[in-house]
């Protein structure tokens, strides 16, 4: 269950991320652009010029709520609706697969969300008895849904653009003074 934050009835389980150096005997979770760049995507749902919603897949959550935070206070013209962590559809044969997270659970019947961009994931049926035992949520740790609006001055897909400019701005200001420390 690596990858998948779990809901439970009154708590949140497994938030932390575990996919760094030494955690997992035997297990290389160094840091790689390779890797990277291979197992992030952006997803586009919507992209209207004053309305888009998109995924990103396969970021950790510090650099989506990065991300996030620099389009609520740095980008002008934003509103953000919500920011909703979206649901993974698998099959028994992925769910089989060693390191998807679900293991040892493939053989279980299993009811997935069809459409993840109208699924809350709502507590409601961990509420009730006759569901007790038989209901697991859970969101996928490394998946992120924005939705932006834009007033016109910028399409609401450049405004994602423009924040990844800032965050680019922002890393090279940081190892510029991490140079001049060392100096």
């Known amino acids: 269950m ?9 708590t949140v389980s497994n938030v932390s991320s575990t ?3 030494g955690h997992f005997p035997g297990e290389d979770h160094a840091f790689s652009i390779d890797r990277f760049k ?11 010029p004053n309305d ?17 935070r620099i389009l609520i206070a740095e980008i002008p013209t934003l509103a953000i609706e919500d920011g909703v ?4 559809k698998i099959s028994r044969e992925e769910a089989s697969r060693a390191g998807s997270g679900y293991e040892g659970h493939a053989g279980e019947l299993k009811a997935v969300v069809k459409d993840t961009m109208k699924d809350t994931v709502s507590r409601e049926a961990l ?9 697991k949520l859970g969101r996928r740790r490394d998946h992120f849904i924005f ?17 990844v400019k800032h965050m680019k701005l922002k890393c090279k200001k940081l190892e510029q003074q991490v140079i001049n420390m060392v100096q």
């Open 147 to 163: 939705s932006i609006e834009s007033t016109g001055q910028w399409d609401s897909d450049e405004l994602f653009l423009e924040a």
């Open 52 to 68: 888009a919603s998109f995924s990103l897949v396969g970021i950790d959550a510090s650099l989506a709520n990065a991300f996030r």
């Open 38 to 48: 291979s197992a992030f995507s952006v997803q586009f749902h919507r992209n209207e």
């Open 127 to 135: 509420r009730h008895p006759e569901f007790e035992g038989k209901v």
């Open 85 to 88: 962590i979206g649901l993974e």
């Open 19 to 21: 996919d760094f150096p």
């Open 2 to 10: 690596k990858q998948t934050v779990g809901i439970n009835k009154e």
